[in-house]
């Protein structure tokens, strides 16, 4: 058993383990109740014996034989969740941080969010500033280029003279500001997907079939990536969804027009 606190509450465990034993003392003796602690044991989940032997039965199962290589696949295993939680409690502590900081100045604009996640991002991410144009696209292969509208929602649609194509939309009665009469049917999808990622304008589409496919395919999972981490990005910094919104549409232009 690891020792919690000694007299002078000296912590004697892992770096991760002592950060966190250290936090929750403050937070106790701040209660006034750091006496309880000693009471208290300082196993985890990992730590117990059925939970071992669990993971060991298990293991075991999926073929490894020997009881030394499973302790080891099992240490490493759990060494490696400690390290998990500990990374994922000190984005939590940070977004907590950050959002109180924000709290502490007062209102900010959104657009001031968008410019600090955006050099942020432009430092330490910078594969999320990929470009539709030339990172997704082959030049080699045929194409027709297409200008959607700077705004309005875009939608697939076809009727009895346009077999396949776009419009767009704006407004409560969903008027109709822009139609793109495509080649083939494969275009539409990857056309409504730029659009709602905030590309607009001259824009290049793959005009064979198969072609289309793949590049709508690669490009919707870079966006959802991205996406994501916008989200998680922005949701550190502020908490009120509605601002969250615009920095995240902010943001989504400024990417896009590098």
Same mark, same amino acid.
């Given at each position: 058993?690891?020792?919690?606190?000694?007299?002078?509450?000296?912590?004697?465990?892992?770096?991760?383990?002592?950060?966190?034993?250290?936090?929750?003392?403050?937070?106790?003796?701040?209660?006034?109740?750091?006496?309880?602690?000693?009471?208290?044991?300082?196993?985890? &989940?990992?730590?117990?014996?059925?939970?071992?032997?669990?993971?060991?039965?298990?293991?075991?199962?999926?073929?490894?034989?020997?009881?030394?290589?499973?302790?080891?696949?099992?240490?490493?295993?759990?060494?490696?969740?400690? +390290?998990?939680?500990?990374?994922?409690?000190?984005?939590? &502590?940070?977004?907590?941080?950050?959002?109180?900081?924000?709290?502490?100045?007062? %209102?900010?604009?959104?657009?001031?969010?968008?410019?600090?996640?955006?050099?942020?991002?432009?430092?330490?991410?910078?594969?999320?500033l990929r470009?539709?144009?030339?990172?997704?696209?082959?030049?080699?292969?045929?194409?027709? %280029?297409?200008?959607?509208?700077?705004?309005?929602?875009?939608?697939?649609?076809?009727?009895?003279? %346009?077999?396949?194509?776009? /419009?767009?939309?704006?407004?409560?009665?969903?008027?109709?500001?822009?139609?793109?009469?495509?080649?083939?049917?494969? /275009?539409?999808?990857?056309?409504?997907?730029?659009?709602?990622?905030?590309?607009?304008?001259?824009?290049?589409?793959?005009?064979?079939?198969? +072609?289309?496919?793949?590049?709508?395919? /690669?490009?919707?999972?870079?966006? /959802?990536?991205?996406?994501?981490?916008?989200?998680e990005l922005?949701? &550190?910094?502020?908490?009120?969804?509605?601002?969250? &919104?615009?920095?995240?549409?902010?943001?989504?232009?400024?990417?896009?027009?590098?």
């Amino acid at each position: 058993r690891i020792p919690f606190f000694q007299d002078s509450y000296r912590l004697e465990a892992s770096n991760i383990i002592r950060n966190s034993m250290y936090r929750c003392y403050s937070v106790y003796k701040a209660m006034g109740k750091d006496s309880e602690l000693l009471d208290m044991s300082d196993r985890s &989940e990992l730590d117990m014996e059925d939970r071992n032997e669990l993971d060991e039965a298990v293991l075991e199962l999926l073929g490894v034989k020997t009881k030394a290589e499973r302790k080891a696949m099992v240490e490493k295993i759990h060494d490696y969740l400690r +390290e998990f939680f500990e990374l994922t409690r000190q984005k939590e &502590e940070k977004a907590i941080v950050n959002k109180n900081k924000s709290r502490k100045r007062g %209102t900010i604009k959104p657009s001031d969010i968008a410019s600090q996640l955006y050099e942020h991002i432009h430092e330490t991410e910078g594969h999320l500033l990929r470009q539709y144009n030339p990172d997704f696209l082959d030049m080699s292969k045929p194409f027709d %280029t297409y200008e959607l509208p700077g705004n309005g929602i875009p939608q697939a649609f076809s009727d009895l003279y %346009t077999p396949h194509g776009v /419009q767009f939309v704006q407004g409560k009665g969903n008027k109709v500001i822009g139609n793109i009469k495509t080649t083939i049917k494969e /275009q539409d999808d990857l056309i409504v997907l730029l659009a709602d990622s905030g590309v607009r304008g001259l824009v290049r589409i793959p005009r064979e079939a198969e +072609e289309c496919r793949y590049r709508t395919g /690669q490009y919707e999972r870079f966006v /959802q990536e991205r996406n994501n981490r916008l989200g998680e990005l922005i949701a &550190e910094r502020i908490s009120d969804p509605d601002v969250q &919104e615009k920095v995240f549409n902010i943001l989504q232009t400024m990417m896009n027009s590098r």
